[in-house]
């Protein structure tokens, strides 16, 4: 069973430009969940995908985006980046079953300057 | 909205100390309830959850959790903690109307001395 991955791991970049963090689900899983996790505070709820739908989102403002593909992959799309975007950004797949375990990546670490 | 505190931003302990982490979160509604830690170096792993039934909930690596309805509490413990349990520890809420969705407290870092 492999697990979720990310990439990249690390991504320096600066202010105004465009991102596109990559995710791939826990095999078997459907769902997919982001987070952003600031330095010092808990993982933040951005949104999350369900057999390719947007399922529910966080409070973050439209320029955070996302794709989940067919085979269950999923994008996290950030536009015009700002300096508090830095932050490890978290994705998580689950089976869809509501409060079922959501099984967490690695992570990518964003950094905006 | 839902939201969850943990009141301890920090913690050291020496080796066979007992542990206890606090949890408190605010909806009144129907929980489910997830202590996750992640290690040095190392993602997200779950520790333990509650969906329903015995509100005493026991998790890996001898860690347990109690949720308490009436004070909206779900505290973390262990009663000897070893060097490999320092990690930082986060409880998470996922809500009855909240689909999948996990609100996470602040975390607490653990730092055990040998």
């Known amino acids: 069973e492999t697990g979720v991955t990310q990439s990249p791991t690390h991504l320096i970049k600066t202010r105004g430009q465009q991102v596109t963090l990559r995710c791939s689900s826990q095999?078997?899983?459907?769902?997919v969940s982001w987070y952003q996790q600031a330095l010092g505070q808990g993982p933040q709820f951005i949104f999350q995908?369900?057999?390719?739908?947007?399922?529910g989102r966080g409070n973050f403002p439209p320029r955070f985006s996302g794709l989940q593909f067919p085979n269950y992959s999923s994008e996290l799309n950030v536009n015009a980046l700002e300096l508090d975007d830095s932050a490890l950004y978290l994705c998580a797949s689950s089976d869809g079953r509501a409060g079922n375990e959501q099984f967490f990546g690695p992570g990518t670490r964003l950094t905006v300057l | 909205a839902q939201s969850v505190s943990q009141h301890n931003h920090h913690v050291i302990l020496s080796e066979a100390a007992s542990l206890e982490l606090g949890c408190n979160y605010s909806y009144g509604g129907t929980v489910n309830l997830f202590w996750y830690v992640q290690y040095p170096g190392q993602h997200l792993q779950l520790l333990l959850k509650y969906f329903s039934g015995d509100p005493l909930v026991k998790g890996i690596k001898g860690f347990e959790a109690e949720f308490i309805k009436s004070k909206f509490s779900f505290n973390l413990r262990k009663p000897s903690v070893q060097w490999s349990d320092t990690a930082e520890y986060f409880c998470?809420?996922?809500?009855?109307?909240?689909?999948?969705?996990?609100?996470f407290g602040g975390g607490t870092r653990l730092m055990v001395k040998p």
């Open positions: 998470a809420v996922n809500a009855d109307n909240a689909g999948n969705m996990l609100t």
């Open positions: 995908y369900y057999r390719e739908e947007e399922n």
């Open positions: 095999s078997g899983h459907n769902t």
